[in-house]
């Protein structure tokens, strides 16, 4: 895909009031692009799109809703109609994370993760991909999808059980939806960073034996020393979508442990054993 001129292209992005999604809108809306944002916050989304259009040659149209909530979605469909045959660029990249073993998770917490991470990405996606697809049939323009993942989805690490399940989804089903997509020339990107810089560390909630003050202080210590901010994020987004690559690690620890799995599982499950703890 053509990002140095998109020029009336309609990018719609979920979770885009802050964070990755945010500064994947900023990026976009450099190149050209008109930017749909969707969030729940409407404060939030309204601050976005006050800052965004300072760099955008279009007006930015806003969309608050809950893509978790399956009821809502026609909401979405609607508002890509008004503004084009379809969208040209989808980013999924609304997305939240809990901490907690698998027995002090409750079923509760691993479906509210399922619901937004998962269901919620495949109910926007089914929401805009035939409209995608019809397009795609009268000009054959290329189109994108970009999917934002985490290593956690690549690798399971002890205490991420329930999200590393929900972000596992989203790579897998990237993949498939590659192979879907290709004869309508649509591209899919998986993007799978380390830890990131963003507000999702603020909303963080902790569960059972994990809830306690020494992990608490070890994730805030993680974030803080984190190698990758949004911008990084989004940069790396945008090349993904110019080259069409179908999935990206980001981050040293992300690469450095990407790497020790593929080439040698046994080495890469005994490190993650030994952080396991006897609580």
């Known amino acids: 895909m053509n990002m140095n001129d998109l020029s009336g292209k309609l990018a719609v992005i979920t979770g885009g009031s802050s964070g990755i999604g ?14 749909l944002l969707v969030a729940r916050n409407e404060q939030k989304l309204m601050e976005a ?42 980013v999924n990249s609304a997305g939240i994370v809990s901490l907690g073993l698998l ?5 509760d917490e691993w479906e509210r993760l399922y619901s ?3 269901r919620g990405l495949v109910g926007v996606l089914q929401a805009l991909t035939p409209a995608m697809e019809a397009q795609s049939k009268k000009d054959i323009q290329a189109r994108h999808i970009v999917n934002v993942a985490s290593v956690a989805g690549l690798i399971g690490v002890p205490g991420l059980s329930a999200y590393s399940a929900t972000k596992g989804a989203v790579v897998l089903l990237s993949e498939s939806l590659r192979a879907e ?12 960073p380390a830890t990131v810089k963003t507000p ?10 994990m809830d306690n003050a020494k992990s608490q202080r070890f994730l805030a ?11 990084d994020v989004a940069r790396a987004t945008i090349n993904a979508m110019a080259k069409n690559k179908g999935q990206v690690v980001l981050g040293r620890d992300g690469k ?7 080439f040698s599982p046994q080495f890469m499950s005994n490190i993650l054993s030994k952080r396991a703890v006897v609580y």
Request: include cysteine; aromatic fraction near 6%; charged fraction near 15%.
């Open 22 to 35: 945010f500064s994947t809108a900023q990026l976009l809306a450099k190149r050209g692009a008109r930017i």
């Open 181 to 192: 997509l290709s004869v309508y020339n649509i591209g899919v990107s998986a993007i799978c």
């Open 49 to 90: 799109k006050i800052l965004l259009e300072t760099q955008s040659q279009y007006p930015v149209t806003t969309l608050s809703l809950d893509i978790s909530q399956p009821e809502q979605l026609p909401m979405l469909t609607l508002a890509v109609e008004k503004l084009a045959p379809c969208a040209d660029i989808i």
């Open 256 to 262: 450095m442990i990407n790497l020790i799995k593929r």
């Open 221 to 231: 210590k993680s974030f803080a020393q984190a190698d990758l901010t949004p911008q």
């Open 116 to 118: 937004l991470n998962v």
């Open 200 to 209: 999702i560390s603020e909303t963080l909630q902790f569960f059972g034996r």
């Open 103 to 107: 027995g002090d998770t409750p079923l």
